[in-house]
């Protein structure tokens, strides 16, 4: 098969990008590299530079694809509170722009990346595709806006639609920017230098991560799987882990005490994130296969940066 995979030189859409051309398919990225990086990419994969909101180039692009994965957007749930405009902007516009491509070419189905944002501060717990989302930040906005265009606008045109609500993906190689990094390669970076690592509440608040080639697995599955057209499917670990247990977990990896500051002058964000995973084991066959201790120790082992 031959896939387009938009913001496909980021963390997560180059391990994806990567799979795939692994896998024998044809690949193609576009990224306009305001957080991706090219060199992330196996010389399978064809790299464009470029930005989805240039239907001229995308146009391009969409020849022959027979699948777009839809990943390009601006992530930081911290600077979509200072910049709501601009995200709304490349992660609704941008969207919009994707899927009226793929109308002119004649692409038949598009997985878009999502994530679990969109169900905000929900009590109830484990998180179900079905509950309503009470999204709490710009950002989770912005998502379930374009989760909502693709599944409306896509039913119009007959494409073939599938969201996966991604959870708290990490693993090797994912970025450390200097303003608001990942919590966990900025907890490793902190604890390896022998710092003590700075989390904001009061570190009881919980959150569901998922090693990257576990999600990678996920979203592989959705490009072939039968039935999901129009489905919104969770893809995380299953697992409800604090703040508080995720240090003291490094600390368990690295074999040392880990010290651990609790700014609870700034909020840590929602109260409980923990995926429900019946209807990705039922649609997408998948079960994830890293724990987090599993995947912690992969980090430290292949990537330089958090090397002992």
Sequence with gaps: ???????????????????????GHEVRVIDDLSAGDPARLSGKVLFTRGDVN????????LQGVDCVYHLAARVSV???????????????????SV????????????????S???????????????????????????????EFYVRTIGKLWGIETVILRVFNAYGPGQPLPAV???VIP????????????????DGRQTRDYVFITDAVSAMVAAAFADGVDRQIINVGSGEELSVRDLVNQISHTLGKPVDAIYNTTEGGGVSRMRADLSLAASLLNYAPRVPLAEGLKRMIQSDPRFQI
Excluded: C
């Design 1 to 23: 098969m031959k896939f387009l995979v938009t913001g496909g030189a980021g963390f997560l859409g180059a391990a994806l990008a990567n799979r795939l051309a692994d896998d």
């Design 54 to 61: 240039d239907r001229p180039k995308l146009w391009t692009l």
């Design 78 to 96: 911290a600077e979509s509170i200072l910049y709501p405009r601009e995200y709304n902007a490349t992660n609704v516009g941008g969207t919009v």
């Design 99 to 114: 899927m009226e491509a793929m109308r002119d070419v004649g692409v038949r189905r598009v997985v878009l990346a999502s």
């Design 116 to 146: 679990g944002a969109v169900y905000g501060d929900n009590g109830a717990q484990p998180l179900k595709e079905t509950m309503t989302p009470d999204p709490a930040s710009p950002y989770a906005v912005s998502k379930l806006a374009a």
């Design 180 to 182: 608001h990094p990942p």
């Design 186 to 201: 900025r907890f490793l970076k902190q604890a390896i230098n022998g710092a003590s690592v700075v989390a904001f509440g």
